[in-house]
């Protein structure tokens, strides 16, 4: 079975802080997809990336980087100097080929940026 | 380039009743997946077209249904609305559904039901 969790509920932190956001999956697909997903209030949820089961690169986009670890099968989210606009759900999801194209994703953790 | 567009945004109806959401996807893109957001359940998978053919379900009750025309437009149905269908549904769209692929999402419709 497939699942993935974010233990992390909610996050608090102060404008310009360093957060990171962890999250934890299961399957056992060799081929697999992991996604992390932004839901501010307005609801729509917004891509931010996808990392396939062969790459272990971390990768960096502006503040953002993301630590890919298959021996911990972790794919946690870092937002570097946070603002008060990274305020929102962010959520961690996987495809693989059990699920076929379905996104099983974690519970969510909100984060709030206060300035 | 437009984004997923669901319609309508909010809805409120009466347990029994029955309920069709809408969902234009991004252009060019023909796969289009539905998902139920509740605060207890999280996100959940109830289906996916590609080329007007159910190519993957959820685990939700015959209720739920949906159906996609050849521009790729999809149409998610429930039938004898039950108060825990109260939820956020979210429809998303990439260019062929494959699980490699990053699914686009729309602002979804609030349904509740009284």
């Known amino acids: 079975a497939q699942k993935v969790t974010q233990a992390q509920t909610e996050i608090s932190v102060v404008e310009k802080e360093d957060v990171t956001l962890d999250c934890v999956y299961e399957?056992?697909?060799?081929?697999?997809?992991l996604f992390w997903y932004k839901q501010p209030p307005s609801g729509e949820l917004v891509f931010l990336i996808r990392?396939?089961?062969?790459?272990?690169q971390n990768e960096i986009s502006g503040r953002y980087s993301w630590n890919f670890q298959k021996s911990t099968s972790s794919f946690n989210f870092t937002i570097t100097a946070s603002q008060v606009v990274d305020s929102a759900v962010y959520f961690c999801?996987?495809?693989?080929?059990?699920?076929?194209?379905?996104?099983?994703f974690g519970k969510g953790t909100t984060l709030s940026v206060s300035s | 380039k437009a984004g997923v567009t669901q319609t309508p945004r909010y809805l409120i109806k009466t347990r029994g009743q029955q309920v069709t959401l809408s969902c234009s996807p991004i252009?060019?893109?023909?796969?289009v997946s539905w998902y139920q957001q509740t605060p207890g359940q999280g996100l959940q998978f109830l289906f996916e077209?590609?080329?007007?053919?159910?190519?993957n379900k959820g685990n939700f009750p015959g209720r739920f249904s949906g159906r996609q025309f050849s521009n790729s437009r999809s149409e998610m149905n429930v039938s004898t609305l039950e108060l825990g269908d109260s939820a956020l549904y979210l429809c998303?769209?990439?260019?062929?559904?494959?699980?490699?692929?990053?699914?686009?999402f729309g602002d979804g419709t609030r349904l509740s039901i009284l």
């Open positions: 998303a769209s990439s260019l062929s559904g494959g699980s490699n692929q990053p699914q686009h």
């Open positions: 399957t056992r697909d060799t081929t697999y997809y």
């Open positions: 990392r396939n089961s062969f790459d272990e």
């Open positions: 999801a996987l495809t693989a080929n059990q699920a076929g194209t379905a996104l099983i």
């Open positions: 252009s060019g893109h023909r796969s």
């Open positions: 077209y590609f080329s007007e053919t159910q190519r």
